[in-house]
């Protein structure tokens, strides 16, 4: 059974930085799609970044020069490098495992494992 773990959010200013983290002991990289999602309540759930099948990673558009998603395939771990933040940016965020195939960011009713997430307040 995999259980991912996320860690690193907390309370920051505006235009400061959190470095997120994701791993979950028994899972191994680069075997699936992985993904970092927000989520605030009463707003559906948003993919901000992500890696697909073949390994390859990606950042939702409208974060690009400010959100990264990086791995380090000999820990199992990927992060999510969250620079600039702004106030919009408050969420719980979630990272997900086990979709096999497709986009990192299509049916994500396919993924098998999500983390308990973590929180980001960002003040202005």
């Known amino acids: 059974q995999v259980k991912l773990m996320e860690s690193g959010g907390g309370s920051v200013q505006a235009g400061e930085s959190l470095n997120l983290t994701c791993q979950g002991p028994?899972?191994?990289?680069?075997?699936?799609?992985m993904g970092w999602f927000r989520q605030v309540p009463g707003k559906e759930r948003e993919g901000d970044a992500g890696?697909?099948?073949?390994?390859?990673?990606k950042v939702a558009r409208s974060l690009l020069g400010r959100f990264i998603f990086d791995k380090d395939i000999a820990r199992d771990i990927v992060y999510l490098q969250m620079n600039d933040l702004k106030p919009e940016d408050n969420a719980m965020y979630f990272c997900?495992?086990?979709?096999?195939?497709?986009?990192?960011?299509?049916?994500?009713?396919?993924?098998?494992?999500w983390g308990q997430g973590t929180q980001v307040t960002v003040s202005s």
């Open positions: 890696m697909d099948n073949d390994g390859s990673t």
């Open positions: 997900a495992a086990g979709k096999y195939g497709g986009s990192w960011d299509l049916f994500t009713y396919e993924y098998k494992y």
């Open positions: 028994g899972y191994t990289l680069p075997s699936s799609c």
